[in-house]
């Protein structure tokens, strides 16, 4: 067995750590309970389906917003719910922080794909852009970078103003801090937080001294210090996450595992690949689902409502897959049209710039997994939140800003961006760097002295968070197996370069402060691969490397789009309800109808929870 990569050394130092401590049963216990063995995940395989089981309510998939309705809906002892997750269980790397990139290189990611890109991803294999979701228990919540960040107030105004009626900021504050346990250092007692929910949030108690110093920079640039999830977005934060005294909390640990052993009334089928929702077609009322267990189709019954929770590129998967979608498409295919519905026909994506990267002078500050020792393990393990494990794979502070382009309020921001105490070269090439799919000269030519040297260096991830660009998803056959079509379609409008480009600029300007030049911040020089021919730093170059180092942060959007009747657009209505299909809503990401002023995963939370007070309003008066 190879042990030079980082996940398998972690392994057996833990095991051997173990095994040589003389509080051995205390260590292992929390290896144990960290999932390690995945001692859980023979509790969950017990729960094997019956075929033609009824439930009152299915809920398909356990990413943020599935997990909160199933919670929320089994509170009512009378219902019985049954929730179904194709993936299994987290493990302890799920739990780590700072291994959320190599989330994306393991069976817990659907390890999905964009379509080669003509304006983008030219530093990828073959002009693809990797397209990471959860395909575990918390989904898309258990391997992302754990940023909690809402939006802003305009976003959920807009929705309201397009037709959306209850989903205006003052509506959905309520769901937000609903979820929310918040730990942010005397934050929690203001008006825009909470202490009381599932979801901790807090800043991460490690800190390198570069964040420091960017946070001053951003500062000393224009940019105040702000909570970006209360009054005021713009301006710089330490970033909020939802991890809990260093640990990651995602929906899975949130929302299912504090329940599934206590309630009677909700099922948890692990490994079950729902293929089809079981819709009559004369009275176009779904009633059903199938799966996939084991190797063995099963179908299981609703006598109250489906809830599609997939995410943004299964939900509407699984729509096409049962009827629901383009006509013309579904017919070519052979699927049986119910309802002509605009499934997957728009999606928005943030699309990022892996960079650009700056060195330092600073030692030991910036994120290298190599670096990680046995100590920092045990310390991790033992519940000490400020070990280097703890940072967000090396994501440390957000700044939110209004580019001179821009034509929004100065309150919204056109911009965010990502400081990350690392880069490619933090995992040695491996993880985040076959995660996104670079090819191997951007790593060899920009980074592999920076791996040789361990040279302390951050990077700033540029991204615009209102891409005009519209993306769509489709079917690639009939088969439920078979991978959905993704076409992000990014930069198709060039505004959205040029909006990147001068996110570029806004970041360079912080690195030129007094507070980033006392740490000997510079901009490292080494041009990108395909991007020699320009200048080096002049904006035709940076055009260059933002169509090379295109990034993407699991943050699609509107492929069953929410709206009113009247938009032409809409696949699901305000209620979340499937337009034209009985008994069957969708509630996740896919529904944002356009791209929030976020990081996708706290919106999700709000949806589920918004969506599972939709449905108890429904049948509240059910005797």
Not at 110 to 125: I, L
Not at 404 to 418: F, H
Not at 561 to 587: C, F, H, N, Q, W
Request: one cysteine or more; hydrophobic letters at 40%.
């Amino acid at each position: 067995m190879n042990c030079k990569n980082f996940y398998c050394s972690l392994v057996l130092i833990l095991w051997f750590s173990a095994i040589c401590s003389p509080n051995f049963n205390n260590i292992l216990n929390d290896i144990t309970k960290l999932g390690l063995v995945n001692v859980l995940q023979d509790t969950f395989r017990a729960q094997v389906p019956k075929n033609n089981e009824i439930f009152d309510f299915i809920v398909v998939g356990s990413g943020a917003a599935g997990s909160v309705v199933a919670n929320r809906l089994s509170e009512n002892p009378k219902w019985r719910i049954a929730l179904l997750e194709s993936g299994g269980i987290e493990n302890i790397a799920h739990v780590i922080p700072a291994l959320a990139a190599y989330m994306s290189v393991t069976s817990s990611n659907w390890n999905y794909g964009s379509v080669p890109q003509k304006r983008a991803c030219f530093g990828m294999h073959k002009n693809v852009c990797l397209q990471p979701r959860g395909n575990v228990l918390g989904g898309t919540s258990s391997i992302n970078f754990m940023i909690y960040n809402r939006g802003n107030r305009r976003d959920y105004d807009g929705w309201a103003a397009a037709g959306n009626r209850g989903w205006a900021y003052n509506d959905v504050l309520p769901y937000f801090l609903k979820s929310e346990r918040a730990n942010l250092d005397g934050l929690e007692y203001t008006s825009y937080h909470n202490r009381n929910g599932s979801l901790n949030v807090e800043y991460p108690r490690y800190r390198s001294q570069i964040v420091d110093a960017f946070v001053a920079g951003s500062e000393q640039a224009g940019h105040p210090r702000t909570d970006y999830n209360g009054e005021s977005q713009i301006g710089v934060s330490y970033v909020q996450s939802t991890t809990n005294s260093g640990r990651r909390n995602s929906a899975y640990r949130a929302f299912i595992e504090p329940i599934s052993q206590r309630r009677n009334n909700l099922q948890i089928f692990i490994f079950s690949r729902v293929t089809k929702i079981l819709i009559d077609p004369k009275s176009k009322t779904a009633y059903g689902v199938e799966f996939v267990y084991n190797n063995k189709s099963y179908a299981i019954k609703a006598r109250k409502e489906i809830v599609i929770s997939a995410g943004t590129f299964n939900s509407p998967q699984l729509l096409m897959l049962s009827g629901v979608g383009p006509q013309n498409m579904l017919s070519k295919l052979g699927i049986p049209v119910i309802k002509d519905s605009p499934v997957g026909v728009r999606m928005y994506e943030h699309a990022s710039h892996f960079g650009p990267t700056f060195l330092t002078n600073t030692t030991g500050q910036s994120l290298f997994t190599a670096n990680i020792k046995p100590l920092d393990i045990l310390q991790f393990l033992a519940g000490r939140p400020d070990t280097m494990l703890s940072t967000l794979a090396g994501v440390e502070a957000l700044t939110f800003v209004n580019v001179p382009i821009s034509k929004l309020p100065k309150d919204w921001p056109d911009v965010e961006l990502i400081f990350a105490s690392g880069s490619l070269a933090s995992d040695e090439g491996t993880a985040l760097k076959i995660g996104a799919n670079f090819k191997d000269e951007i790593y060899n030519q920009l980074y592999r002295d920076i791996e040789r040297r361990r040279q302390d260096h951050f990077t700033v991830l540029v991204m615009p968070f209102h891409p005009k660009s519209i993306g769509r998803v489709w079917l690639s056959s009939k088969n439920p197996l078979h991978r959905p079509v993704i076409d992000p379609n990014y930069f198709a409008e060039n505004e959205d370069v040029e909006f990147m480009l001068h996110g570029i600029k806004a970041a360079i300007s912080i690195t030129q402060t007094p507070a980033m030049q006392k740490i000997g911040t510079r901009l490292l020089s080494i041009p990108v691969p395909g991007c020699e021919s320009f200048q080096f730093a002049s904006d035709d170059y940076w055009r260059c490397s933002i169509r090379t180092m295109t990034y993407t942060l699991h943050h699609q959007v509107a492929t069953c789009r929410m709206g009113p009747s009247t938009d032409s657009t809409a696949v699901v209505s305000p209620e979340l309800r499937v337009y034209g299909i009985k008994k069957l809503r969708v509630i996740d990401s896919s529904i944002i109808p356009f791209p929030p002023t976020a990081h996708t995963n706290a919106p999700a939370f709000m949806i589920g929870e918004k969506g599972a007070d939709l449905i108890r309003t429904t049948w509240k008066d059910e005797k």
